[in-house]
């Protein structure tokens, strides 16, 4: 245990501003973030993450944003076991059509009002496997989307601006009670 | 020859079957095909090719199909002492009947199911001829990797979901079913599993995969080089350096491209890159899977600052996309050579006595001693294959045992247990991120001047050829053919997935289903690179 602790001690606090990769950008949009998730989802945004058939490259990317350096949970945003306790979906593609019905269900089990975000460039139109016989391709083939993270994978700092573009979208304002 | 002692078995086997009359023939050497001799045997016979390889103690590496238009070809690949036999033969199309591997080779069992699904091959005493990667997207009488099958399909406005699928139930009472999946509580791929259980023990554990099925092998059909290449990187994201060289090794094989050496030891350098990033991943979530949130942080930090040097050196977090046909697709910038040196000087000492931590910690003993525990004997039966394979006692490693440049001139450290549980596997795992540590710096020392490309110039139609590396899962191979003006024919990537997710079943028998997750991260399958 001491040791530990002498090695928490020694590492400190790594969670930064990351200046020398994004000038400061991630603080800029990790404030951003919080805001927005004070004000939409009284501090708290929970997001169940669907890996719909992706590569699986999307998901490394989407777990990295619990790591220290980026510790997206200091912002209000965490991700829950189940859609039933969830505010936003973040899903991978491209929707292969051995997902479709887990998708549909797992949207339908999500509460009202929700939000849907297809991420990756397979996620937002189908990327390198597009539709075929095995792929019905984007995310909103298949469900309602309100936005899209483009990128193959995207980065986290790219995943955290898409997250904050869309609670800060006037969408679920607009769909609210 | 070194090579003969890697075939000796080879030959006796010819032998003995063609003492006993059976038409097979060893069939003249391609290049694109080298250091595997291959042979060819009549479909009726291909059952006791099965019987004799099983016998010589032969390991079943992987098994594909190929439509030519008039006829089916089906490959099998063995290996023993070192040497790689690729066997083929013909069926007729409308009448696509095989034996099965399966009894023989246990490893066979869902790699022909797979060409059952998606070829029509009807294997004749295949132990288990349930569908596979088949689910409800086409129907029983299709087969979309048939010529004739275009690749859009014929989808319906929905898929429905995939009822009907036998499980195997047990029955007594206190016994209960858990189903769990395909989408997972946590941030990973699809996939079911169903748990016949007692109380919390394990009695059996079936998995269902195939979810993420999306077309792989039937889109690469008329790619050009680089748009294969562009397919490979993605046949599972976590391995886009090892799927995407062994893809561009069997391209480059057939068309007869030699490489620069520079192309080379920057395409080690990347699959190295891409072993200690996934290592550092996997050791920080099976900390967080027994709750030492401390390893978590520790590793998935270091795993973060690893990837942003793979981005500054490379270009990409994952190393996405930095591999073509004919080398690699850009220079280490001068600066990103003391860079990953001091980096790999940094992190050394800190994996130490983070190791330290972790194997001495009772809480993560208690938790990973004795769990998930793959006997040697079953691990050899299976030919398991990378880091599950080692921490059970199989010595095996590609980049020493077949070994290709840059690694045919080094020194390859290979770690190995015999303990089999999940603890051994993450020994294993940190042991290796100390191997590539110095690989790595050797590979920068020697870093060889000149260009990192070559142009790309497409082989004749029917060119085959086999890429095999040692990625951070294990032995991947890719098979090619080539069609007309370059284009792609035939593409089959063999994820060590495919050989590796059964034995998952195997090793949490008696285990208690909470230890799931951990022996689960502890093998780390890919579910996009079996189901493809
Ligand atoms: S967008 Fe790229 S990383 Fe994400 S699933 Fe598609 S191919 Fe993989």
Same mark, same amino acid.
Request: charged share 20%; proline share 7%; aromatic share 6%.
């Given at each position: ?177 | ?162 009822? %009907? ?8 009472? %206190? ?5 769990? %999946? ?252 100390? %191997? ?97």
């Amino acid at each position: 245990m001491l040791r530990i602790l002498g090695k928490v001690q020694r590492i400190g606090i790594v969670t930064e501003d990351l200046a020398p990769w994004s000038d400061r950008v991630l603080t800029e949009v990790g404030t951003q973030l919080k805001a927005a998730v004070g004000m939409r989802f009284r501090g708290s945004l929970a997001i169940r993450q669907i890996d719909a058939g992706s590569c699986n490259g999307c998901e490394l990317e989407i777990h990295a944003l619990t790591n220290p350096f980026y510790g997206i949970e200091r912002f209000g945003v965490h991700f829950v076991a189940s859609p039933r306790h969830a505010d936003l979906l973040l899903v991978t593609g491209p929707v292969s059509r051995h997902m479709e019905e887990a998708v549909r269900r797992t949207y339908a089990a999500t509460p009202d009002p929700k939000l849907v975000i297809a991420v990756g460039d397979c996620g937002a139109n189908g990327g390198e496997f597009g539709v075929n016989y095995a792929s019905a391709g984007a995310v909103a083939n298949v469900i309602p989307v309100d936005a899209v993270i483009a990128g193959c994978p995207p980065s986290p700092l790219a995943l955290m601006r898409g997250i904050l573009e869309a609670i800060g979208a006037n969408r679920l304002a607009a769909r609210s009670p | 020859m070194r090579s003969e002692g890697r075939f000796g078995w080879l030959d006796q086997l010819l032998g003995q079957l063609l003492s006993e009359d059976l038409p097979v023939r060893e069939l003249a050497p391609e290049p694109g095909l080298a250091p595997a001799r291959s042979i060819s045997i009549d479909p009726e016979h291909w059952g006791r090719l099965g019987q004799a390889t099983g016998h010589t103690g032969c390991r079943w590496v992987g098994c594909w199909g190929e439509d030519t238009g008039d006829e089916l070809i089906v490959h099998a690949c063995f290996e023993k002492d070192r040497g790689y036999m690729l066997a083929r033969t013909r069926l007729r199309r409308l009448t696509p009947i095989l034996p099965s591997h399966t009894p023989y080779h246990p490893a066979a069992d869902r790699s022909e199911r797979h060409l059952q699904d998606l070829f029509g091959v009807a294997f004749s005493d295949h132990p288990d001829p349930r569908r596979w990667v088949r689910h409800q997207a086409w129907s029983a009488s299709e087969f979309p990797l048939r010529r004739d099958f275009p690749a859009a399909g014929h989808p319906l406005a929905q898929t429905p979901a995939d009822n %009907g699928y036998k499980f195997l139930h047990a029955q007594g009472s %206190g016994v209960c079913e858990i189903p769990v %999946g395909p989408v997972h509580a946590g941030i990973i791929e699809p996939g079911h599993f169903r748990f016949q259980a007692v109380g919390e023990t394990i009695l059996h554990l079936e998995e269902r995969l195939g979810y993420t099925h999306k077309g792989t092998e039937k889109l690469a059909e008329g790619r050009d080089a680089a748009g294969l290449a562009r397919l490979a990187a993605r046949v599972s994201g976590d391995a886009t350096v090892a799927h995407s060289w062994a893809a561009c090794m069997a391209m480059e094989k057939a068309a007869g491209i030699e490489l620069p050496a520079r192309a080379l030891v920057l395409r080690a350098i990347m699959a190295e890159r891409e072993r200690i990033a996934n290592h550092l991943g996997d050791i920080g979530a099976i900390c967080s899977d027994v709750s030492l949130g401390f390893g978590f942080y520790q590793f998935s930090r270091l795993r973060e600052e690893w990837q942003r040097i793979s981005l500054a050196a490379f270009g990409h977090r994952l190393l996405m996309g930095c591999i073509v046909p004919g080398g690699v697709v850009a220079d280490l910038e001068p600066a990103m050579i003391p860079a990953q040196r001091e980096q790999i000087r940094a992190v050394r000492p800190q994996l130490g006595r983070l190791m330290d931590i972790l194997t001495t910690s009772p809480t993560v003993v208690n938790r990973l001693a004795g769990t998930g525990r793959l006997a040697p004997a079953l691990a050899a039966g299976f030919g398991a294959l990378g880091y599950v394979g080692r921490a059970s006692g199989i010595d095996r490693d590609l980049r020493r045992d077949a070994p290709y440049a840059p690694y045919d001139r080094l020194k390859i450290p290979v770690a190995v247990s015999k303990d089999g549980d999940v603890a051994a596997r993450l020994r294993v795992r940190a042991e290796e991120i100390s %191997g590539s540590l110095v690989l790595i710096e050797t590979l920068l020392a020697e870093l060889p001047p000149g260009p990192v490309c070559v142009p790309w110039t497409p082989p004749a139609p029917d060119a085959q050829g086999l890429g095999m590396v040692e990625g951070w899962r294990g032995e991947t191979l890719a098979f090619v053919r080539f069609g007309d003006e370059g284009r792609i024919a035939r593409y089959y990537p063999r994820d060590p997935s495919v050989i590796n997710w059964p034995l998952l079943e195997l090793l949490v028998e008696d285990d208690i289903v909470p230890d799931f997750p951990v022996c689960n991260k502890s093998v780390n399958g890919s579910y996009s690179g079996n189901d493809l």
